[in-house]
């Protein structure tokens, strides 16, 4: 049951509109970055947390994580180019475990049921995904006319944590790196290597904080979180 979580921290505001790295924006008074990290250090299973960081920022992130005693961070990777290349960069810098999980430092939201669930299926098959079904109608379109309308039964949102064994996601972000392939997310560089990636069922909070309107959606989950904690 037991994990490390690799959390890539080295994004920027623009989609956010911000000046700084939007991890560093504050959800009543403390940064974004700081409830992700809380999840993973209240859980129990969580053995490791590192991260990967801007080399300018690094000062900055460890005197919060110092500040709030999160005391499961075990190391820092620079942060690259892209995602891609932090990811790639912490698991290079962890030491070999078991499970691995990516997480989003952007999704303060996440489910400790669904993180159980995916290191499970993980540790069981592979590799493991967090996922929420698409609800709205979708539809292909081509030259602004629309060719398609897809089943949406089959379609899935694709969230993180993402799960795999150690050997198997290193074994892929290297494969990826050394042939110049980038994917969108961690599953998608298992999935060249033709292995098979499960799907978990997470929580339609489990959004990331990518655009203003999702920090006002973020204010609101937490909001509701304080009140059921309050009953």
Same mark, same amino acid.
């Given at each position: 049951?037991?994990?490390?979580? !690799? /959390?890539?921290?080295?994004?920027?505001?623009?989609?956010?509109?911000?000046?700084?790295?939007?991890?560093? /924006?504050?959800?009543?008074?403390?940064?974004?970055?700081?409830?992700?990290?809380?999840?993973?250090?209240?859980?129990?299973?969580?053995?490791?947390?590192? /991260? =990967?960081?801007?080399?300018?920022?690094?000062?900055?992130?460890?005197?919060?994580?110092?500040?709030?005693?999160?005391?499961?961070?075990? %190391?820092?990777? *620079?942060? %690259?180019?892209?995602? &891609?290349?932090?990811?790639?960069?912490?698991?290079? *810098?962890?030491?070999?475990c078991g499970?691995?999980?990516?997480?989003?430092?952007?999704?303060?939201?996440?489910?400790?049921?669904? +993180?159980?669930?995916?290191?499970?299926? *993980?540790?069981?098959? %592979?590799?493991?995904?967090?996922?929420?079904?698409?609800?709205?109608?979708?539809?292909?379109?081509?030259?602004?006319?629309?060719?398609?309308? !897809?089943?949406?039964? &089959?379609?899935w949102m694709? &969230?993180?944590?993402? =799960?795999?064994?150690?050997? /198997?996601?290193?074994?892929?972000? &290297?494969?990826?790196?050394?042939?110049?392939?980038?994917?969108?997310?961690?599953?998608?560089?298992?999935?060249?290597?033709?292995?098979?990636?499960? +799907?978990?069922?997470?929580?339609?909070?489990?959004?990331?904080?990518?655009?203003?309107?999702?920090?006002?959606? %973020?204010?609101? +989950?937490?909001?509701?979180?304080?009140?059921?904690?309050?009953?």
């Amino acid at each position: 049951m037991n994990y490390t979580v !690799v /959390l890539p921290a080295a994004g920027s505001g623009k989609r956010m509109k911000a000046d700084k790295n939007k991890l560093l /924006l504050e959800l009543f008074g403390k940064p974004i970055f700081l409830y992700t990290l809380e999840v993973f250090q209240r859980d129990p299973n969580c053995d490791a947390i590192w /991260l =990967a960081v801007k080399e300018h920022e690094r000062e900055l992130i460890e005197d919060y994580v110092t500040r709030y005693n999160i005391t499961k961070v075990q %190391g820092y990777a *620079a942060g %690259g180019m892209e995602r &891609q290349d932090s990811v790639r960069a912490c698991l290079e *810098a962890i030491p070999p475990c078991g499970v691995v999980l990516v997480h989003d430092a952007a999704r303060p939201f996440i489910d400790r049921e669904v +993180i159980e669930r995916l290191v499970k299926t *993980a540790q069981a098959s %592979g590799a493991a995904i967090a996922g929420v079904p698409v609800k709205d109608t979708i539809k292909k379109v081509e030259n602004g006319i629309i060719s398609e309308t !897809v089943d949406r039964n &089959q379609l899935w949102m694709i &969230q993180t944590p993402q =799960a795999f064994r150690y050997s /198997l996601i290193l074994k892929a972000a &290297q494969a990826a790196h050394n042939d110049g392939f980038m994917g969108t997310d961690e599953a998608m560089l298992v999935e060249r290597l033709n292995y098979p990636v499960a +799907i978990v069922e997470s929580t339609y909070e489990n959004i990331k904080m990518t655009t203003p309107d999702d920090l006002i959606y %973020g204010k609101a +989950i937490l909001e509701s979180r304080l009140q059921e904690e309050q009953k």
